[in-house]
């Protein structure tokens, strides 16, 4: 025989690792990496958890910023869809927002912000919730035309809302939302001349309706005469009613009250008491008016 003695086979062995050697391992790779794996999805996850609370807080000042009790549509605040256009490393934050309906109204705009971990979590269940809030003692509607700013710093807002209770809080009331018109020139006893260039008429009726909370409000309603030609056998007379009740004692003329058919600011002041949360305004022509259209230059309600 040879002096080296031919070796018995060993059918678990070959030219590189043994089984038991490759089976060792697995065994070491799995005790020694397994765990990095599981820190490293966890701290993905604090990272993006940190990361949406961090954008939470910016989404939260944007979304304050963006409040505006002065925007005639309030589903300008309310996303039917959740959001999920904010994303940073490659982290997509989901979001919804939504105006609270049920409790806003025209003095008092309650907006929540709801964030969430993924696009597919339900609405129901966020990963955070947030309420922006806005309170104003006074709303104003430039009647007729467009957003105004007075020198006073006031914000008139424009005449294009039609009220509907639901996610426009103030407006004109359909079917008695009347015409548009506009009368251009130097308007006297004012300094808001863009108010009173502007207004909203009718033949029969003009109505509006704001939501507020019940209490008593302040109610000043501002005119000037809209025809140039205007005389006493063709001025308009009208009748003016809050909450379905008329306030002028008899019927209330701009020509009478200003005197003849220049462009001369007046503004009737009335104070009245809400129980049912929404606050009624009716500019009617009177029976009698030999004028053809009433009027409304602006809408100015004050909390009390």
Not at 117 to 127: C, M
Not at 194 to 199: A, G, R
Not at 205 to 211: A, G, L, V
């Given at each position: ?34 765990p ?23 989404l ?5 910023a963006q ?8 589903a ?22 939504a ?20 696009a ?8 955070s ?29 424009a005449?294009t ?9 103030h ?45 008593q ?8 005469e ?14 003016i ?54 009027y409304?230059n ?7």
């Amino acid at each position: 025989m040879s002096n080296f003695a031919r070796k018995k086979h060993n059918p678990f062995s070959h030219e590189g690792f043994t089984l038991i050697e490759i089976l060792m391992i697995i065994v070491l790779f799995t005790v020694t990496l397994a765990p990095l794996l599981i820190s490293y999805s966890q701290t993905t996850q604090l990272t993006k958890n940190t990361y949406v609370h961090a954008t939470r807080a910016d989404l939260v000042q944007s979304l304050a910023a963006q409040m505006d009790l002065n925007r005639a549509d309030y589903a300008l605040f309310n996303d039917s869809t959740m959001q999920t256009s904010v994303s940073e490393s490659g982290e997509v934050i989901p979001y919804y927002r939504a105006i609270d309906f049920t409790n806003s109204t025209v003095f008092d705009k309650i907006l929540h912000l709801y964030i969430y971990r993924d696009a597919g979590d339900a609405l129901s269940n966020p990963l955070s919730r947030s309420t922006v809030r806005q309170s104003v003692d006074a709303f104003r509607i430039n009647c007729g035309g467009d957003n105004y700013v007075d020198q006073r710093g006031r914000f008139w807002i424009a005449d294009t809302a039609e009220y509907n209770g639901t996610t426009v809080l103030h407006g004109f009331v359909s079917g008695f939302t009347g015409s548009t018109a506009t009368r251009a020139g130097n308007v006297l006893n004012t300094t808001m001349d863009p108010l009173y260039e502007s207004y909203r008429q009718s033949a029969t009726s003009i109505r509006y309706n704001f939501k507020v909370t019940n209490g008593q409000y302040r109610v000043n309603l501002y005119f000037a005469e809209m025809s140039p030609t205007v005389t006493l056998s063709n001025h308009a007379i009208i009748n003016i009613l809050l909450e379905g009740q008329q306030r002028n004692g008899s019927g209330y003329s701009v020509f009478t009250e200003t005197g003849d058919s220049t462009l001369r600011a007046n503004i009737q002041s009335y104070q009245t008491d809400v129980a049912d949360n929404l606050l009624n305004l009716e500019i009617e022509r009177d029976a009698s008016s030999p004028g053809s259209n009433g009027y409304i230059n602006g809408i100015e309600i004050i909390m009390l």
